[in-house]
């Protein structure tokens, strides 16, 4: 069959790759001039009144993010690949992702529709904060059905449960908000959502720092913190729960324990740094 040769042949392909996330949103309408065959009323309207597992609790409105698969699930603590892809593209081209690109229902703001999509999740990561009280700067596990929802009839608007926040949780989400100021605040448009981040991030290490988080969640967090803000509490975090993890190891031992690693990406960052980090 036939095929295209061209400088652009593959920029269908990441329009259409990154247009998925756009029709995996959650809680809002897909109207068919942004969402063509996949346009749909809006799902999970019961997230606005969720709930812990067992039922108590204040409610909390926790609509938006994006369906994790099929089974139209949110997890905070698989986020931070596709939320650091999206900034790390920008920020190594920030011309390459104009606003009107992916034909999202923000294309026009002024803002790049990349950065659009990626602020819808992580809007929607500081509903899954507790953001007061004893248990502040925890971070929920994720929102889910209590059972599969049925094939039949009105589809997707089942009543829905918190399940109790984990130190994963707290760890990924200060990551990625710490990882977001620093491409946000760069966009005047996006300073105010930079400084909503921030705070959140900042919440969640003192959650972690509380909680005697295990050194891959403190890695987790840490290193992203400290490329924000050059803390010393940050780099000292990160220094100590980076030997923890790696010990002695060396060479393909050593790159094992990186593989998949929620902290993988921060740490070769990291490890490039300019002195004192290049050391670690």
Not at 16 to 45: E, I, K, N, S, V
Not at 92 to 102: H, M, S, T, V
Not at 237 to 245: C, F, H, I, K, V
Request: hydrophobic fraction near 45%; charged fraction near 25%; include cysteine.
């Amino acid at each position: 069959s036939a095929f295209s040769i061209s400088a652009d042949v593959y920029a269908p392909l990441f329009r259409d790759a990154m247009r998925f996330y756009f029709l995996q949103r959650c809680g809002m309408t897909l109207d068919a001039a942004h969402a063509g065959a996949w346009a749909r009323a809006p799902c999970h309207q019961a997230d606005a009144k969720a709930v812990e597992r067992d039922g108590s609790g204040e409610p909390r409105d926790v609509r938006g993010g994006w369906h994790d698969a099929g089974d139209t699930n949110k997890y905070p603590p698989f986020v931070r690949d596709p939320l650091c892809m999206m900034l790390d593209l920008y920020d190594a081209r920030p011309a390459a992702f104009p606003d009107g690109q992916l034909g999202i229902a923000e294309s026009g703001n002024g803002i790049p529709d990349l950065l659009d999509e990626a602020a819808w999740e992580l809007d929607w990561l500081l509903t899954m904060q507790i953001a007061r009280g004893p248990a502040a700067g925890a971070v929920d596990d994720q929102i889910t059905e209590r059972v599969m929802p049925p094939f039949a009839g009105p589809p997707f608007q089942n009543v829905r449960r918190l399940l109790p926040p984990n130190l994963d949780a707290a760890a990924v989400c200060a990551s990625v908000w710490a990882r977001a100021v620093r491409t946000f605040e760069t966009l005047p448009g996006l300073k105010t959502r930079a400084g909503r981040y921030r705070a959140a991030a900042e919440l969640s290490w003192r959650r972690l720092v509380a909680d005697k988080a295990k050194p891959a969640q403190l890695l987790t967090a840490a290193l992203p913190l400290y490329q924000l803000t050059g803390g010393t509490e940050y780099l000292t975090a990160a220094t100590r729960a980076l030997d923890a993890e790696l010990g002695t190891k060396t060479g393909d031992a050593a790159a094992e324990k990186f593989m998949w690693a929620k902290w993988d990406v921060a740490v070769a960052e990291f490890a490039a740094s300019p002195e004192p980090v290049r050391r670690v």
